[in-house]
């Protein structure tokens, strides 16, 4: 029975922690496209932008409600301190009693305004339009922000292996440098010289260590988790997307001029302008209605207590101390600096493809030129070890090669996750939408 409970116990207590640290690393463990997917339903911004599409929907109700009859009712019970009368000649007659009872039910419609109440049912529909576009606009966006956050992270993650493995070649290099000196083969300056480099390959790995761990509380912001949740990202293949390599820049700028939301958005404000011109001039002209209802007033003293109406009429603004053809102008001058932000966009588009563009095409190069590097950096390093156990070479000799092999394995790491951003950059660019492309 001892037995048994001693078992029970080791079980306890070697594990179960370990299945705990099983799940919670399967749980904390997130690929590019399922951030992406996460990120673009849960983010905070992407949410702002959804309310801000539908309090743009119940505007298109409200325009939309001045199309349609205005029906009110209403019901009311009336107490008079004196009963109205009225002098007849010498008498005083009675007109209505003291209290009564009144109710009635009337409808309003405009029947024609010169496009007024069309055209801003109009306009605000155009607006909704803009509003859903700025919800792709968002998603986008936060998208292209989690995609630099996840290879800043993936980066990040291959800066400490690479300062991890700096620290380690240099220790290595310290227990033989300590050995060479006990036996009087180098010197105590040599020996030095190693501890000194080791303690700043110490301290640029704790640089890159609060660097990914900056990173992995980008990640949870954009996720709208909480900043302390621990972050495992997967890697991604150099070659997930070659966007760049299927076009030229030229291309790229006419698919951007066709694909861009924020051009599709500024057309449509466009559009909601022109409409908005169409209801402020039509103050200059009348308004014509037509109104009827049926109302009931409880007085015995009136020959019908109900009786029904209709109404004909029109209304016209005869004077206006100038604000309506202020109101024109001004709808004139938003049109005008509308076309102006238009052109100023697309040429801020077209240099934002061509920077992605070079981005991309540099950082490939980068990537063919610094491969290389690294397997030759390892070799001058093996040599140049052998040199120095040998007592041919010398403590810096090995120095410098550690150094260049960690300068070689930072270059090719950083030219890579430098042409991810930029391909993803490259992609937003010319209007590509990110989520969909990253599965």
Known sequence: MKRIFIMMCAFVIVFIPFMKSLAGNTADRITLSEGLKIATENNRLVK????????????????????????????????????????MGTQQVYTSERSYLSYGINAYQ???????????????????????????????????????????????????AVAQKEVERLESHLNVARNLFNEGV???????????????????????KNTRAINASRINNILSRPLSSEVIVEDVPVNAVSAGDLMTLENAWANAEKQRVEL????????????????????????FFVQGGYNYTENRYQLHEDNWSLIVGV???????????????????????????????????????????????NAAEKINVTKDAVGQAEENLRINKIRYEEGIGTATDVLDAITLLTTAETNYYRAMYEMKKAEAGFMYAIGQDLAPAYK
């Open 48 to 87: 702002i932008a959804f309310s801000e599409r539908d309090i743009s929907y119940e505007d298109t109700i409200i325009s939309r409600s001045k199309l349609l009859p205005n029906v009110n009712a209403n019901i009311s019970q009336t107490f008079l301190f004196r009963q109205p009368g009225a002098h």
């Open 315 to 361: 209304n016209m603004n005869i004077f206006s101390a100038g604000a309506t053809k202020a109101e024109v102008l001004k709808v004139k001058y938003k049109k005008e600096r509308l076309l102006e932000q238009r052109n100023k966009l697309i040429d801020d588009i077209k240099l934002e493809v061509e920077k992605n563009y070079r981005d991309m095409k």
């Open 186 to 208: 180098i010197t105590k300056n040599d020996l030095l010289q190693v501890e000194v480099r080791l303690s700043d390959a110490r301290q640029r790995l704790l640089t890159f």
């Open 110 to 160: 405009r029947i024609f305004s010169f496009g007024a109440d069309s055209s801003q049912y109009e306009a605000s529909k155009t607006f909704f339009d803009a509003k859903k576009l700025n919800v792709d606009l968002i998603k986008n966006i936060v998208a292209l922000d989690f995609i630099n956050a996840y290879f800043d992270a993936l980066e990040s993650e291959k800066m400490v």
């Open 264 to 287: 599709g958005m500024i057309d449509r404000e466009l559009k909601a302008a022109e409409l908005e011109e169409t209801v402020k001039k039509s103050d200059y002209f009348p308004k």
